[in-house]
Nanobody, 119 residues
């Protein structure tokens, strides 16, 4: 069964840092663009960051640019999101996702991990 398992969420004060990690169970992980999204109650899921298959290109939403860094380790089938200078507005459930179809649409999702930032 194809799975993405996210971990690393938690509670932190504003200005702090967290590192999220997502482990993939499928062996073809290195072929896919990966991404992180986040969602808060009552709002649509929002793109946070993406990384291409070999890590050579990264993409960020404007609201996290310069604060968050996405990276991947294809030998370990993991994709991480390092979040610095966290703000209360970053509070959300964070999901990792894979574009397995290669169409630019993320079609495989993890279960989400909660990040709570207090002021």
């Amino acid at each position: 069964q194809v799975q993405l398992v996210a971990s690393g969420g938690g509670a932190v004060q504003a200005g702090g840092s967290l590192r999220l990690s997502c482990a993939a169970t499928f062996s073809t992980f290195s072929s896919y663009t990966m991404g992180w999204f986040r969602q808060t109650p009552g709002k649509e899921r929002a793109f946070v960051a993406g990384i291409n298959w070999d890590g050579g290109r990264t993409y960020y939403a404007d609201f996290v640019r310069g604060r968050f860094t996405i990276s991947r380790d294809n030998a370990k089938n993991t994709v991480d999101l390092l979040m610095n200078s966290l703000e209360p507005e970053d509070t959300a459930i964070y999901y990792c996702a894979a574009d397995r179809s290669g169409t630019g649409a993320f079609d495989t999702w993890g279960q989400g991990t909660q990040v709570t930032v207090s002021s």
